[in-house]
């Protein structure tokens, strides 16, 4: 008969219910970086088998078949000719169950408002209809029968209530919805085990693990039969996505089970070839950590954060000191070498890899405070009080951006548990977890263009990218400071460059145009060799924030993108893809407009600045009502001649009057 019927119908039956499925429903497998795999979980309905030419086939079927295979009709049919609706077949199950573990909500209705008992425990394993959707991860299902009046927390014949078949089974947003419905987080079954314990243990991918601490699930309680946590459980299956995920949320790996055996001592028992080495590497130091007072010392968090951001202090001011002293170049490399040593040596003690994201932040800052020590020391005595206070009072509107940057809320999408909570029952009831409108992580709904900064594990709003130079994301709320600070950072290189040629030629003689390159260099290298290391740093400064600022503007203003959106454009269904494989942004909205949304100033009315909510728009058709259609690429170039390049439009047009069409033509296509 099985081969009569639509194949699509994919029924499961009683042996299939035990098989275990541990990939899950959910598709959110994170990598380990942060960022979500494509995939998603749908509450879609699989088709019910009303198909053409099997009525026939259908209209044989008893009412257990033609429930597994969601014949509705014939269901109908045979419960309207008085088949009682909680009769159970010869294994003890109900038709709910039936219609339960194959999906078919539509039978699951229709049975429930004629009576079947929703919670009805049938099966070997004495379960509910709703302990077998939630094997099955039938997202959808268990939202019907939670919204029927289904109890979550019964238990199975084993002892396990849905949280724990959810977790066991890997399906992470049954795991969710089942947590914002109410579950404990920390219920314990038969044996003491936890949700976490068994996705530590049963469970390859990241989530549902991550989701259950995230929730606040405890790492340090132990099962009641062996004593084990949650880390014993991962390391016994050499489950390493989990021991990862354990130890990076800093559980105990030193609590004792019933064997007095630690999670330590059961990895160093076991070979380690399975685990990470940086993980392995974590957990030894959280070993040593909590034994050696030395240890901690040197481990101390902010001991080592000062350590970084005090080095490049100290070594933008040694390498000027060593080129200052007069002994033989021989002996300035030979310090160099030593110099280097005993840096290297400084950061395998005290540097952290974690904190590494701070370091440029402190190269800017060294930098910029010994410019200003320069500038005072040696060059304001030659170029003058006037550019002496233009320079500081530049650098006061570098600094209000680069405060703005650096410690303003780039737009931070927060929610608090209630908030949370809220968004997973909407979302599990509504259309099911879409990994690009649900970040699992934060468990907040995302906004269009928003992503989740694995730097700072948080999303943002309108996300462009994590800035290590200013030490925050760069996004909805601080963009336009960023972008003013890289103006400022620029003009201020190139003010200190000019004070140093103020310095050369007032303190040095030096007349670069009059004198030979190589004559000039050299009295610049001897005269004062720190004010050459400083104008060497100067100019590096200049070249490479020029290019951040030029790439930035292109994307912001021709592009009317973020970084993220251009790396990431084709994750985004909203972005297009033209015939020349050229990507289009839908909120381009012509150069002179997105300079407008940029700096968002209204000048009293003249201008007319998008004043879109990033935090909280969700879809495209959301955004700002008079969004313009997409630019091809021909009208964003006329854009920017037209609005950000006025004199060399209207040269050109004026051309074209005087001088003819083809003139006109050579310059338009040399400008486009
Ligand atoms: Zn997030
Ligand atoms: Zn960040």
Redesign the pocket.
């Known amino acids: 008969m099985a081969g009569e019927v639509d194949p699509s119908c994919n029924p499961v039956d009683l042996m299939a219910q035990d098989s275990c499925n541990p990939s899950g429903l959910y598709g959110v497998e994170r990598e380990a970086d942060g960022e979500e795999s494509s995939g998603s979980v749908q509450n879609a309905e699989p088709t019910p088998a009303t198909g053409r030419n099997t009525d026939a086939d259908y209209s044989t079927f008893d009412i257990v078949k033609a429930t597994q295979y969601g014949a509705f009709e014939r269901c109908k049919e045979l419960i309207e000719g008085g088949y009682d609706i909680n009769k159970r077949d010869n294994e003890n199950v109900t038709l709910l169950h039936w219609a339960a573990i194959n999906n078919r909500r539509e039978i699951v209705r229709y049975y429930i408002s004629q009576g079947a008992v929703v919670d009805a425990i049938g099966g070997e394993l004495m379960s509910t209809p709703m302990h077998w959707a939630t094997r099955q991860g039938h997202l959808g299902m268990v939202v019907l029968l939670m919204r029927e009046g289904a109890d979550s927390s019964l238990r199975d014949g084993e002892g396990c209530s849905c949280i724990h078949l959810a977790a066991q089974f890997g399906h992470t947003a049954i795991v969710a919805y089942l947590v914002a419905r109410g579950a404990n987080v920390n219920l314990m079954d038969k044996n003491g085990m936890t949700p976490l314990m068994w996705s530590a243990y049963r469970v390859t991918s990241l989530d549902p693990t991550r989701l259950l601490l995230t929730f606040g699930a405890s790492t340090s309680m132990a099962d009641r039969l062996h004593g084990n946590t949650a880390l014993h459980w991962a390391v016994i299956a050499k489950n390493h996505m989990a021991v990862s995920v354990l130890v990076n949320h800093s559980a105990n790996v030193d609590i004792a089970n019933a064997q007095g055996e630690s999670a330590y001592s059961l990895i160093m028992k076991r070979k380690t070839q399975w685990l990470d080495k940086k993980v392995l590497e974590k957990i030894q130091e959280m070993q040593k950590s909590s034994r050696n007072i030395c240890y901690r010392i040197s481990n101390d968090k902010t001991l080592r954060y000062w350590t970084m951001m005090g080095t490049p202090f100290l070594v933008f001011y040694l390498v000027g000191l060593v080129f200052q002293i007069s002994i033989l170049y021989l002996f300035k490399l030979a310090i160099f070498t030593a110099l280097y040593v005993i840096i290297y040596g400084i950061s395998r003690i005290l540097y952290d890899e974690r904190l590494m994201t701070v370091m440029p932040m402190a190269v800017y800052l060294a930098t910029k405070f010994w410019c200003y020590v320069t500038w005072v020391l040696y060059i304001h005595e030659y170029s003058g009080l006037g550019v002496t206070v233009l320079f500081m009072a530049s650098s006061l509107l570098l600094w209000y951006n680069f405060l703005r940057a650096w410690w303003g809320d780039p737009g931070v999408i927060t929610a608090d548990q209630a908030q949370k909570y809220q968004t997973i029952i909407e979302l599990a009831e509504r259309d099911g977890f879409d990994p690009q409108w649900f970040c699992s992580t934060c468990l907040v709904r995302r906004p269009i263009r928003s992503k989740h900064?694995s730097?700072?594990n948080r999303c943002i709003a309108k996300f462009d990218h994590?800035c290590p130079w200013v030490g925050?994301?760069i996004g909805a709320n601080n963009l336009k400071y960023f972008i003013g600070y890289l103006i400022m950072l620029c003009g201020m290189s190139c003010f200190v460059l000019q004070g140093c040629f103020y310095y050369w030629n007032g303190a040095c003689n030096v007349v670069f145009l009059k004198q030979s390159i190589w004559t000039s260099l050299k009295t610049v290298g001897t005269c004062e060799p720190w004010v050459a290391w400083v104008g060497a740093n100067a100019t590096l400064h200049a070249v490479w924030v020029a290019t951040l600022l030029g790439c930035q503007l292109y994307q912001v203003l021709i592009l009317g993108m973020t970084t993220n959106e251009r790396m990431n454009c084709y994750r985004y269904k909203h972005f297009q893809v033209g015939k020349k494989g050229e990507v289009r942004s839908p909120f381009h909205r012509g150069v002179w407009r997105n300079l407008q949304d940029l700096l968002n100033w209204q000048c009293l009315g003249l201008l007319k600045p998008d004043r879109t909510d990033w935090l909280h728009i969700y879809t495209l058709s959301e955004t700002s009502e008079d969004k313009q259609p997409l630019l091809s690429q021909s009208e964003m170039y006329q854009d920017l001649l037209r609005h950000a390049l006025p004199p060399l439009w209207a040269g050109a047009h004026l051309l074209r009057q005087r001088s003819g069409l083809k003139e006109f033509q050579a310059i338009s296509q040399k400008l486009n």
Request: with cysteine; glycine share 0%; proline share 0%.
């Open positions: 900064c730097v700072c994590h925050n994301c």
